[in-house]
């Protein structure tokens, strides 16, 4: 093993997942509360854009809201207009040659210092989800830890690429590879994981030595400000990154198209992502480079109960990953495909479970489940509700919960067919399709039966169907009799195939390769 490979085992060695707060312990609890009054006291604070390492206001403010309360405003935020976010892609261009001249090793130090910062403010980043994001305090706190995580991993993952790469010598050359950053990278993280895949895509442009220019999601900007001042204490430079928040509808595609613009690194869902793939093909003018587009999209995940399964394990499993924070994962279980032989009592089973879950306002410890994210989320989620009750059972659910916030209820619903429009359509929200197999191979057709291909999971003992789960089951991560949901940075490197993007292995060792370019050297030495 050659010393370079040799260095990188031992930094993946050290890597260690950051550990989860337990908030059934009361000190726990206490610090939560005490971190909630905290985040509370800056409700409707407005933060700026901060362009070429200038702060601006406009004249047109963007409010972000409480979804467990939409009368309390979290955040107030500017909106940026299409010339400002031109200028920010200028801004990031002048400055990138100096940031791309900054040593590996000091941008390393630095996000190695937001990792701290963040373990620092965790509890306050917790609370912060709460409130914008609709978060309960378990679903915040493995948020703020994977964020953590990417910190830490992209740090040792860039120590791997920042010197030359092994390559074979030829007799009388020298040969070398090395990589280099690759310009302004335009980053558009979601709402539903607003600071880890903020984080993540955010960091990883920053430490390879690329220029950012960051538009957060309109839900959750006061959660990407809380990063901005991160960034800022770790030591990233107030021009190595542009803060734009505002309307993607009237920045977005400036973003996008900019000549400048040399990437877009993109998760959300499928129709704007494959938009800003379209945009980003054409050239414009001035442009000198192929853009390149790191996009995660949507999913319609199932999980596999087979007839030889742990049923109980089972049925866990896909109530973890259908509820957990209120099904707006694009990892979720949306689609249950369970073996006839075990099929009413997995349903029994479930149902039960499904009708203990407790919904309201996230920051009440008590509350399984808190909001969806806004009212439009609501407002189509009870459509797809209402055609599912046309295309199978309802059997838990069914309608909005109780409540201020944008509340629903947990909703199963049996018998439905492949080709329902809730089998194969991502509705995004606590909606389960509950599906008869015939058989394991049947299921695996089911479970294949769709245009995406991010998560997926199988229950069973059997040995030889789990070897064909590996071969035959088509999606970007798959786990065995465990849930589809929670992947973690380091083990499970995430991204998905088909129409769920471009399987760019977020958390893994190659996904820094797709901010960096590589340049091979040879130089005769007689």
């Known amino acids: 093993m050659s010393t370079l490979l040799a260095n990188n085992a031992q930094s993946l060695s050290e890597f260690r997942n950051e550990p989860y707060a337990d908030f059934s312990r009361p000190e726990v609890r206490a610090e939560a509360l005490k971190a ?42 500017q909106r940026a207009s299409p010339e400002q976010a031109a200028a920010a892609v200028e801004a990031a261009w002048e400055y990138f040659p100096t940031w ?62 920042a010197g030359p790469q092994p ?52 839900d959750t900007p006061t959660i990407a400000a809380r990063f901005v001042e991160v960034l800022l204490e770790a030591g990233f430079p107030d021009r190595s990154f542009c803060f734009v928040t505002g309307s993607g509808s009237a920045v977005g595609d400036v973003l996008v198209s900019h000549p400048k613009t040399r990437f877009i690194a993109f998760t959300g869902s499928m129709e704007v992502g494959l938009h800003i793939n379209e945009l980003a093909a054409r050239p414009q003018k001035g442009q000198i480079w192929i853009k390149r587009v790191i996009a995660e999209m949507g999913g319609k995940d199932a999980i596999i109960v087979d007839d030889e399964a742990d049923l109980d394990a089972a049925v866990d499993g896909v109530l973890v990953s259908a509820f957990g924070y209120q099904g707006q994962k694009c990892s979720a279980c949306s689609r249950a495909i369970v073996s006839e032989k075990v099929y009413e009592p997995f349903l029994k089973k479930l149902t039960s479970r499904v009708a203990g879950l407790k919904v309201g306002a996230a920051d009440d410890f008590a509350n399984y489940m808190g909001p969806v994210i806004n009212d439009g989320a609501r407002k189509s989620i009870l459509r797809y509700i209402e055609a599912g009750k046309q295309e199978g059972q309802l059997v838990a ?27 194969q359509e991502e509705i995004f929200g606590p909606v389960l399709a509950v599906t008869r197999a015939a058989d394991f191979d049947d299921a695996l057709r089911l479970a294949n039966d769709t245009r995406f291909g991010l998560t997926g999971a199988v229950y069973t003992r059997n040995p030889e169907k789990i070897a064909k789960t590996r071969d035959q089951f088509f999606v970007g991560n798959l786990y065995i009799n465990r849930k589809c949901t929670g992947a973690m940075v380091g083990a499970h490197p995430f991204g998905g195939f088909n129409m769920s993007g471009t399987d760019s292995k977020a958390g893994g060792p190659d996904y820094l390769l797709q901010f960096l370019q590589a340049k091979s050297i040879a130089e005769k030495t007689h």
């Open 36 to 77: 909630a009054e905290l985040v509370r006291s800056r409700f409707g604070d407005e933060s700026e854009l901060l362009i070429g390492g200038k702060h601006f206001r406009t004249e047109s403010r963007l409010r972000s809201l409480n979804p467990s309360r939409p009368s309390e405003v979290v955040g107030t935020h």
């Open 100 to 161: 791309a001249a900054i040593p590996a090793s000091e941008r390393i130090g630095m996000l190695r210092r937001a990792a701290v910062i963040l373990r620092r403010r965790k509890m306050e980043m917790d609370a912060w989800q709460v409130f914008e994001a609709g978060k309960t305090w378990p679903e915040a706190e493995a948020d703020v830890s994977e964020a953590i995580d990417f910190c830490e991993y992209y740090a040792l993952q860039m120590e791997r690429f």
């Open 167 to 218: 390559v074979s010598q030829l007799p009388g050359e020298q040969a070398r590879l090395v990589y280099l950053p690759l310009g302004v990278g335009v980053v558009v993280p979601p709402w539903n994981f607003p600071l880890a895949i903020l984080a993540g895509m955010t960091t990883a442009a920053l430490v390879a030595g690329n220029t950012v220019v960051l538009k957060p999601s309109s």
């Open 397 to 423: 659910g069914g309608a909005a919960a109780s409540g201020e916030g944008y509340f629903i209820q947990p909703t199963v619903i049996a018998g439905v067919d492949s080709k329902a429009t809730i089998f």
